[in-house]
């Protein structure tokens, strides 16, 4: 398995790593709240931690629905956190044209799941010389996700992770396929389960999303049994109040809870 170093993070060396934060960036005060507190709880379990929040959510289900405070604003948050807390920070990107600004910030360069197929999105992640990681497309099977591999890895770039975040169920549901997990560490990257997003109900609420919060850890739990790299998980201190995905969302009281018994299991399985 290829080791990738995010920051100061190793991904792929036997340790599980947490990327976590809300889904979208609310506030600086509240993004910097969320870093600071996902810190706290990670540093005192000994969890390697990235935050991750979106500075854009360009495909929301409505055209009312809030998408974040865009890249200048959203870049300068996250570098303050960056700053701030020593830790390393992840967003997306949905455009060529960001990625070069994005990097100047980014440690790990996100590719959304319905652009995973977007060759000259991946060529100029690729480009940047940041680790990149790729979000199976939810209309992907998990062995032609080495394709999107090859379009990073094109530009020389070789630091790539595969996220598995749900496959299109029909009538705004998904289901996750635990199989997918070990066929895409077959072809030899880091593989990363996203927990929250594999539980969202897409348009489920008709111009939101829903999703199924109470299966959060026992997906999480099922997850690092069956053998993965990182968990991906969207955390809110208020989901019923949150900006976007909060349905699918776990609770920041929660957060401790679930990395407890995730690291019990993979002690067990080592």
Known sequence: ??????????????????????????????????????????????????????????????????????????????SEIKQRYS??????????????MAAEVLDL?????????????LLAAGNTGRPVNIKKGQFMAPWDMENAVKKVESTGNHDVI??????????????????????????GRPVVLDVTHSLQLPGGRGKSSGGNREFILPLARAGVAFGIDALFLEVHDRP?????????????????????QVMDIQKAIR
Do not use: W
């Open 1 to 78: 398995m290829k080791k990738i170093r995010v920051g100061d993070v190793i991904i792929g060396s036997g340790n599980i790593v947490l990327i976590a934060g809300p889904c979208v960036i609310e506030s600086k005060d509240h993004a910097m709240f969320m870093a600071g507190s996902l810190k706290e709880i990670t540093q005192k379990l000994g969890v390697p931690f990235i935050f991750k929040a979106s500075f854009d959510k360009a495909n929301r289900s409505s055209v009312e629905s809030y998408r974040g405070p865009g890249i200048d604003v959203g870049l300068s948050i996250l």
């Open 162 to 187: 595969l996220t598995e975040r749900g496959t299109s169920f029909g009538y705004n549901n998904l289901v996750c396929d635990l199989r997918s997990l070990a066929i895409m560490r077959s072809i």
């Open 109 to 121: 360069i996100q590719i959304p799941a319905f652009l995973c197929r977007q060759t000259d999105l």
């Open 240 to 260: 019923e109040q949150a900006l976007s995905d909060g349905p699918n969302s776990l609770r920041l009281g929660d957060l401790e809870v679930l990395l407890c």
């Open 87 to 100: 830790i390393p920070v992840t967003s997306d990107i949905h455009e060529p044209s960001q990625a070069t």
